[in-house]
């Protein structure tokens, strides 16, 4: 992963100039017979710049990467990414626009013994289907990020996203307040080796609408991860707090009851922790 493709990193240094400033800190390793990339090189976007070892291996570890996931990496430049993803053994793909680093990536990933696990594919980012993704490692700056957000969140929940550095907020959003998709796990490696933060965010389950419980009538806002509302039985309207997912697992609180499940589909089940005990619970979209 390392065709960063935006957004202001602080206010003394863009995104960009970060990573321009950095390039001469990395140098990539040398593979024969493919022309290698120089770090900082012009991209279709902005310059190229590897993500370190180390924060990929964080990111796949965050990410839980498997040999049951298919994994693809947006922007993956020299293939470093998709290898590491091969070599847990998950079946993993690299969507690079430039070519020459397609055939460095793949001449890389029959060098490291896992040409059977990869494929690296020249095209846009923006035009290869993610729906069969379990997990999506990402380094691109907060622009593309945001053009790609409403694509990731109506990915099956559960899937895995990862960043190096950039998250999926735009200037407006503040996660805070509910209104961004803030990540849902954040790890900063100490030291720092030049890139060093990994964000990840499980696709949450789609839980808007109105649900039907044995106790009443559950009506769910959802703002990405965050879940807010009411529960309205005989006794009177309760609201919904602390109301959250990742995945298709949720949590919310109504009064002083306690709900944890699962959501599957146009159904909820779990436990409910109420002041007498534990109790089962479940619900039925309606509308």
Known sequence: MSEPHGHTASRHCSPVGAIVLLAALLVPSATAGQTQPTVGQAGKDVPWVPTPDVLVDTMLEMADVSPDDLV??????????????????????????????????????????????????????F???LSQATVITLFLLPD???????TLFTLEPGTRIVSNTWALDGWDDDPDAGNGWAPDET???????????????VVPAKVEGTWRLSEGELSL??????VAGTLRTETGTI?????????TEIRFRAGDTHYTGRVDGTTM??????????????????R
């Open 239 to 247: 609201p919904i707090e602390d109301g959250r997912l990742r995945g």
């Open 221 to 226: 806002d959802q703002t990405f991860q965050m």
């Open 72 to 125: 693809v990496d947006l922007g993956s430049g020299d293939g470093r990414t998709v290898i590491a993803a091969a070599r847990l053994g998950a079946r993993a793909i690299g969507i690079e626009y430039d070519p020459a680093l397609v055939a460095l990536s793949t001449q890389r990933a029959d060098e490291a013994g896992v040409s059977d696990l990869t494929e690296f594919i020249t095209t846009d980012l």
């Open 269 to 286: 089940r779990g436990v409910a922790q109420t002041p007498s005990g534990a109790v089962d619970w479940n619900a039925t979209l309606s």
């Open 187 to 201: 790890v900063v490696l100490d030291p720092c080796p030049t890139w060093c933060t990994s964000l990840l965010w």
């Open 144 to 150: 593309l990020n945001l053009r790609l957000r409403s």
């Open 127 to 129: 035009e290869y289907d």
